[in-house]
Nanobody, 125 residues
Framework: QVQLAESGGGLVQAGGSLRLSCAAS????????MGWFRQAPGKEREFVAT????????YYADYVKGRFTISRDDAKNTLYLQMNSLKPGDTAVYYC??????????????????WGQGTQVTVSS
């Protein structure tokens, strides 16, 4: 069992920046990938970014490339998402997720086994 706790969300103006954190705890056999997804009201949850572990390969949704950066701190068991040049379309609840298996398609929602409660990000125009 893995517990995930997101933090760092808030209200920011368009063009601003936020850094989201996801603290992982509990027991896990393996952590093969950690990712960020987001969901706006009335919409499907969608992929944002992910990082595979050992090695740490990164993948990004096209609409965040060049603006968002995913990273991790293994010593702190924490995943990060640095978000720059934020747009109103980035407004959503952002979720952290962990895959305890090797995901052939790490950008897929169904690849992940554990999820956090989410943190709200609101970008004003």
């Amino acid at each position: 069992q893995v517990q995930l706790a997101e933090s760092g969300g808030g209200l920011v103006q368009a063009g601003g920046s936020l850094r989201l954190s996801c603290a992982a705890s509990g027991r896990t056999f393996s952590r093969y990938a950690m990712g960020w997804f987001r969901q706006a009201p009335g919409k499907e949850r969608e992929f944002v970014a992910t990082i595979t572990l050992n090695p740490g390969n990164t993948y990004y949704a096209d609409y965040v490339k060049g603006r968002f950066t995913i990273s991790r701190d293994d010593a702190k068991n924490t995943l990060y998402l640095q978000m720059n040049s934020l747009k109103p379309g980035d407004t959503a609840v952002y979720y952290c997720a962990v895959a305890d298996h090797i995901p052939p398609l790490p950008t897929r929602l169904r690849a992940y086994d554990y999820w956090g409660q989410g943190t709200q990000v609101t970008v004003s125009s």
